[in-house]
């Protein structure tokens, strides 16, 4: 007699506790994988996207450098060149001058500088022909003026006062800083 091989279908039915569980286990560290992998290249594309809009906002700024200033911006870059020029002239020195030649028979009405042309031109009344001449003279030997001479000079009635009217005009010496 043949010898009767019994399948025990019991057997078969019970779960395999050491095959099933290193399959579980294999199954969870691919999906583990995959999910590093996945958050890795999530935040590689983040990163790119950043970096692709910080150039973007440069290129518009070196556009934004490039393009050609607004009337506007010239005018005011032309203001405070002028501005600067202004504070960078020696005007302390040139006030110094005139105020070391003045007399107490003169009363200047009008300075007038002109930096460009590197000039002075001061109006103003004497009491006497006499007293402007003298005054002329001391602006003359003052070593912040080239040139120092008299334009014109009138006489003036204010009811029984006379006085001389005067312009001076000066030449400021090229010694003086921010001048032309």
């Known amino acids: ?46 990163d790119a996207e950043a970096i692709s809009v910080k150039n973007e906002q440069l290129r518009a700024q070196q556009a934004a450098m490039r393009r050609e200033p607004s009337r506007e911006d010239q005018e005011f870059r032309r203001q405070w060149g002028l501005l600067q020029q202004d504070r960078a002239y020696p005007w302390e020195k040139v006030f110094r001058a005139v105020e070391r030649a003045s007399d107490p028979e003169i009363e200047l009405l009008e300075f007038r500088p002109d930096r460009r042309q590197g000039t002075l031109v001061l109006k103003g009344e004497g009491r006497s022909g006499e007293s402007v001449m003298r005054y002329l003279e001391r602006l003359q030997e003052d070593a912040t003026f080239t040139r120092a001479f008299l334009i014109h000079t009138a006489s003036v009635e204010r009811g029984r006062l006379v006085t001389r009217d005067f312009e001076v005009h000066l030449s400021l010496s090229p010694q003086l800083s921010g001048m032309h």
């Open 1 to 46: 007699m043949a010898a009767v091989h019994m399948i025990d279908h019991a057997s078969m039915l019970r779960p395999r506790a050491r095959g099933r569980f290193q399959g579980y286990l294999i199954a969870l560290s691919i999906a583990l994988a995959a999910a590093a992998v996945g958050r890795a290249a999530y935040s590689a594309h983040r």
